[in-house]
């Protein structure tokens, strides 16, 4: 045991922050004497890197481990414990937790896997896991955690190989991992960098403490100023909303890197970290909506928190590049246009100053000095005047060789006292070890490769703040009440759906409805031709695949004719399904279709949508996704980001559609995240009419969750 002595309060009074992160005493349940057993680590690696608090070791069938004391069982210990760290079997793991928890332990750490992530009988093992530990007062981080590591107060509590290294940088970034291996992979590539962390910490399956919450205590330390997630899925979108929200406040930076992107990342971590995957889009949403930065390649997560410390998310999304290597500045500016970001060429009185300075360069969209370059005045002075210039939002210093073999001059410009001036986002085009450890200490961002340096300056133009919480007037509380009231009765059909779209401001069709074919005999002579005839049937959610739809009918006899036919060929493709009448409504002509949808995605929430109609949506995937609720001004944003709406907006002359009336319609939609009972919505297709005359659904869905 250690001699140091350590003052206590009262056994397990310390708050949760204090337990996790800063113990003062740890138990090591499970730990070996074997030091080819990843179980002996934790104690081999605390001793290493000199935690000063108490480690009490529990191993039931030895004394004595590298020569220090260790009990059978953790009541055996006899003394106050903040953090035990879980390393035995599955099997056991209940058992370990309800002693921790009789020995007053405030919170454990479970290495141990074979939880939620290895399928339904390891869920079920997590579900009593939890029950013991709320019964027992404890909680849980992981299971299925490689623990973690506050590097200030020499906490290495991990079983990573990554702390083998013979010392740990201390810095100002705290790290949040679904991963455990990717703890260390990050670990050790920012050391390379000379980048440090403040902690680290790795969340296994979120059993009980997730990363809100740890969130929220990275936010609060003193040592910390920006927090970096490393993430496989989202299980707690609210508490993670809340927690980014928080941060923002405080201005400390969320910055993500999420996988999922692909089907088989999506599987890999689902089998990984036992995660209900969901859709990446959607996640995406939500972490842009909630003012979380998120960045697509590994390195730009610990690389990109220089460029936004200290600072709010941009106004301008305009960007130049000065390099002394034209080819490496190519590269960048390429990676760029392809996020959509344009290089901009400096303004003519930028060109006048440098020149009255004696530097003379072009004004297209890459300022290449060449070998004048690499002599920092050349470079200082053309960063001076891009920085003093209202014509550029960002700027990309790049350098050539000199980086390499000229460390002190390359980076000297880069250096002064204008580096915060302006986000300045340098790349290094050579393997430049040296110049990139000046460029870390003196806190300027720089990339090792242009592929990332487009990356982080992408994640941080796309950058925005937490939205606001929606407001509860959003619609009249009698109309709320109505819409709750119809809710009621579970499953709608069409014509119950439309309504509420109507009720919640979508302008939709109108529809009539004939209980029988007689009754649409008897009607039809006063109805107005062209129409859509549709089988009534809240059982069939597609009905044009079960063939009951016919449009385009002209007159009485077509339509009388046509709901014969449709009705015996719906029949005969669903005929368990019941028939609740013909729903008519007149043919609706526009310049395009358009989707817009709404869905409650667990672990995140309520989600908006809006696409080109028909079935081209699913071959082109051209969408745009926000949290829902919005307002017309998002919306309008998520309208010019479909590409395929460029038809309404003007395109090669073509007529002008409502778009503002398109832009009502979406948020009314997205107003459907008022009432938890509604899974699902659709409209497919709204029509979008000439400017000024509006919009109308002419087809909709609501889908209400059934207990």
């Known amino acids: 045991m250690s001699n140091v002595t350590v003052a206590r309060g009262v056994p397990g009074a310390s708050d949760l922050a204090d337990a996790l992160l800063r113990p003062r005493s740890i138990v090591l349940v499970g730990a070996s004497g074997d030091e080819s057993k990843a179980n002996s680590r934790p104690q081999r690696y605390l001793r290493q890197h000199g935690f000063e608090g108490d480690i009490h070791l529990v191993n039931r069938s030895r004394t004595t481990l590298f020569g220090e004391r260790a009990y059978p069982d953790v009541k055996s210990v006899g003394q106050p414990i903040d953090h035990a760290l879980l390393m035995v079997p599955a099997k056991d793991v209940i058992g370990a937790v309800k002693e921790c928890g009789e020995a007053g332990v405030t919170c454990v750490t479970i ?40 590097v200030h107060r020499n906490v290495a509590l991990s079983a990573n190989a990554a702390l083998s290294a013979s010392k740990l940088l201390p810095g100002r970034l705290g790290l949040i991992s679904q991963s455990g291996s990717a703890i260390g992979a990050l670990l050790s590539r920012a050391h390379a960098r000379d980048i440090g962390f403040s902690t680290l910490v790795s969340v296994g399956n979120e059993a009980d403490i997730g990363i809100g919450e740890i969130g929220r205590m990275l936010v609060e330390q003193d040592e910390t100023d920006c927090v970096l997630l490393f ?30 992107r692909s089907r088989i990342a999506q599987q890999i971590s689902n089998s990984h970290t036992g995660a209900l995957t969901t859709d990446f889009v959607a996640m995406e949403t939500f972490l842009r909506d909630s003012g979380i930065m998120r960045v697509d390649f590994l390195e730009s997560l610990f690389e990109l928190p220089p460029l936004v410390a200290g600072r709010k998310p941009p106004k301008g999304r305009r960007v130049t590049i000065v390099t002394t290597t034209g080819g490496g500045g190519a590269m960048v500016a390429d990676r760029l246009g392809q996020s959509g970001i344009d290089v901009v060429a400096p303004d003519d009185a930028t060109v006048d100053r440098l020149a009255a300075r004696g530097v003379n360069i072009k004004s297209g969209p890459l300022i290449d000095l060449t070998l004048a370059g690499t002599r920092p005045e050349i470079f200082g002075a053309v960063l001076d005047e891009l920085t003093a210039s209202d014509a550029c939002d960002l700027i990309i210093p790049v350098a050539g060789s000199s980086a390499q073999f000229h460390p002190e001059n390359a980076v000297a410009p880069i250096l002064s006292p204008r580096a ?10 050579p393997e430049a070890a040296e110049s990139l450890r000046l460029l870390a200490n003196g806190n300027v961002a720089a990339f090792r490769t242009p592929e990332a340096c487009a990356d982080a300056v992408r994640a941080y133009l796309d950058w925005r703040q937490p939205r606001a919480l929606p407001a509860d007037d959003l619609l009249p509380a009698q109309t709320q009440a109505a819409i709750a009231k119809a809710l009621q009765a579970g499953g709608l ?3 119950r759906s439309i309504e509420i779209l109507r009720d919640v401001g979508v302008p939709t069709v109108d529809c009539r409805v ?21 089988v009534l049937s809240k059982d069939i959610q597609h009905k044009t695949e079960a063939g009951g739809v016919v449009l385009g009918i002209t007159d009485a006899d077509h339509l009388k004719q046509a709901a014969e036919t449709m009705l015996a060929r719906f029949k005969s493709a669903s005929p368990n399904a019941a028939i609740e009448g013909i729903l008519v409504q007149p043919m609706v002509k526009g310049l395009t279709e358009v989707l817009i949808g709404f869905q409650r995605v667990p672990n995140i929430g309520p989600v908006v949508t809006v696409a080109a109609g028909g079935i081209m949506v699913d071959i082109h995937q051209d969408f745009a996704c926000r949290m829902a609720p919005v307002d017309t001004v998002a919306a309008m944003e998520m309208i010019d980001a479909v590409k395929s709406l460029a038809v309404i907006r003007g395109y090669r002359n073509l007529p002008l559609g409502d778009c503002e009336a398109l832009a009502q319609a979406i948020s009314a939609l997205s107003r459907l995240a008022l009432f938890p009972s509604i899974e699902s919505a659709e409209v497919n297709p709204l029509m979008v009419l000439p400017k000024g005359q509006g919009v109308v659904a002419v087809d909709g869905l609501v889908i209400v969750d059934t207990p």
């Open 111 to 150: 290495l141990s896997d074979g939880f939620a992530e290895a399928g339904e009988a390891g869920r079920k093992h997590q579900d009593d896991l939890m029950k013991c530990a709320s019964e027992v007062g404890v909680r849980v981080l992981g299971p299925n955690s490689i623990g973690l590591i506050n």
């Open 231 to 260: 993430l496989e899925t989202i299980r707690n979108g609210t508490a993670l909303a809340e927690m980014a929200r928080y941060a923002f406040e405080r201005g400390k930076p969320v910055i993500a890197y999420l996988l999922g």
């Open 420 to 429: 915060n001036a302006k986000p300045m986002a340098t790349f290094l085009a």
């Open 493 to 495: 059909n069409e014509l």
């Open 514 to 534: 004939f209980a029988t074919l007689a009754d649409l005999n008897e009607g039809a002579h006063d109805i107005r031709f062209p129409v859509v005839a549709k």
